[in-house]
């Protein structure tokens, strides 16, 4: 139902590299709307991580790095860590004939092996 | 450090009315810098925005759900309300209340920042 699409999962080793994407369409990422990402931990509220496509809130490790390309949009998390396991969603603004709306992804679980 | 804390009936019947209060402590609900949005989450799933007001009274809701949601705003205790009628089992989620940033003159420009804990509602009779 969601109109952003994620990666069910990912995983890496820990001190690896892993990348989120998030795809999306003419009506939302790919007409020029920002894309912003939450990490939620289990058990716990989404925590905002990435503001403006690629903004870090203070406080939030530049491990953490997002981009956007066309209709689509990408979280890097480099220098993987146990404490990153968690699911993480994208977030961007949908204008279409059926109305407008702040839309999230399907989100993406990660897990460090 | 701004906080928010949902709060309200963890168990509603079918057919009534969903309401919920966000309060909004270390900070004031009249800045004009945000607006104030719910968002919810249904076990297992992801994440569904459902609306925001400005502290104005200014409203703007998820199309989905505009036909059933009313959100509204008390100033004078920093407060803002969800009220969602006519609830069925698939409005069984967790509800958060957060902090909408936006751009002025660019509404589409919004992120949510920081987000209350949420509280579970359940719709079962």
């Known amino acids: 139902q969601s109109v952003l699409t994620q990666p069910p999962s990912v995983s890496g080793a820990p001190g690896q590299r892993v990348t989120i994407s998030c795809t999306g369409s003419s009506s939302n990422i790919g007409a020029g709307y920002d894309v912003h990402w939450y990490q939620q931990l289990p058990g716990t509220a989404p925590k905002l991580l990435i503001y403006?496509?690629?903004n870090r809130p203070s406080g939030v490790p530049d491990r953490f790095s997002g981009s956007k390309s066309g209709t689509s949009a990408s979280l890097a998390i480099t220098g993987l860590q146990a404490e990153d396991e968690a699911d993480y969603y994208c977030?961007?603004?949908?204008?279409?004939?059926?109305?407008?709306?702040?839309?999230f992804g399907t989100g993406t679980k990660v897990t460090v092996l | 450090q701004l906080q928010l804390q949902e709060s309200g009936p963890g168990l509603v019947k079918p057919s009534e009315t969903l309401s919920l209060t966000c309060t909004v402590s270390?900070?004031?609900?009249?800045?004009?810098?945000?607006?104030w949005g719910w968002i919810r989450q249904p076990p297992g799933k992801g994440l569904e925005w459902i609306g925001s007001?400005?502290?104005?009274?200014?409203?703007y809701y998820n199309p989905s759900l505009k036909s059933r949601v009313t959100i509204s705003v008390d100033t004078s205790k920093n407060q803002f309300s969800l009220k969602l009628s006519s609830v069925t089992a698939a409005d069984t989620a967790v509800y958060y209340c957060?902090?909408?940033?936006?751009?002025?003159?660019?509404?589409?420009?919004?992120?949510?920042?920081?987000w209350g804990q949420g509280t579970l509602v359940t719709v079962s009779s």
């Open positions: 403006g496509n690629s």
């Open positions: 007001i400005y502290y104005s009274g200014s409203t």
């Open positions: 270390g900070g004031s609900i009249s800045s004009s810098s945000y607006y």
């Open positions: 957060a902090r909408h940033w936006y751009i002025v003159g660019a509404l589409s420009v919004g992120w949510f920042d920081p």
């Open positions: 977030q961007s603004y949908d204008s279409s004939l059926s109305g407008d709306n702040y839309v």
